[in-house]
């Protein structure tokens, strides 16, 4: 099972995909969301992530804007990562109080002992 945590990283990455592919589309807020149904407000929120989208409305998007679905849902593994490595880096950065030699090694040091976050959905 997910934890809080990490849907509110899917939510957050989902919103970012779809406020990219609408820029790239060249649509203003404002008209996408009239297209999708639903308030501008509602849209700002989707795409900061503070708002799930229902499922029917990700659909929609996608149709919008002539992509595969699954070019719009995040990759969970890809994120996880990330968000393991900001949580290491500001660690070291706290520990090493701005050395950054030691900083630097430190990294070195976990990116050559640690594996990819496997996680299932």
């Not at 989902?14 to 406020?19: F, Y």
């Not at 990330?82 to 070291?92: C, F, G």
Request: no cysteine; net charge positive.
């Amino acid at each position: 099972m997910l934890h809080n945590d990490q849907i509110r990283l899917i939510y957050n990455a989902l919103g970012l995909r779809i406020k990219e592919e609408r820029e790239k589309a060249n649509y203003k807020q404002t008209t996408f969301a009239s297209l999708l149904q639903i308030s501008r407000a509602s849209l700002v929120n989707i795409e900061k992530g503070r708002q799930r989208a229902p499922i029917h409305v990700v659909y929609e998007i996608s149709r919008l804007l002539k992509l595969p679905i699954t070019d719009l849902l995040p990759d969970l593994n890809k994120i996880m990562d990330t968000e393991v490595n900001k949580s290491i880096q500001q660690k070291i950065e706290k520990k090493s109080a701005g050395n950054q030699d030691l900083q630097q090694k430190l990294m070195e040091f976990v990116k050559s002992h640690t594996n990819p976050v496997k996680t299932s959905i």
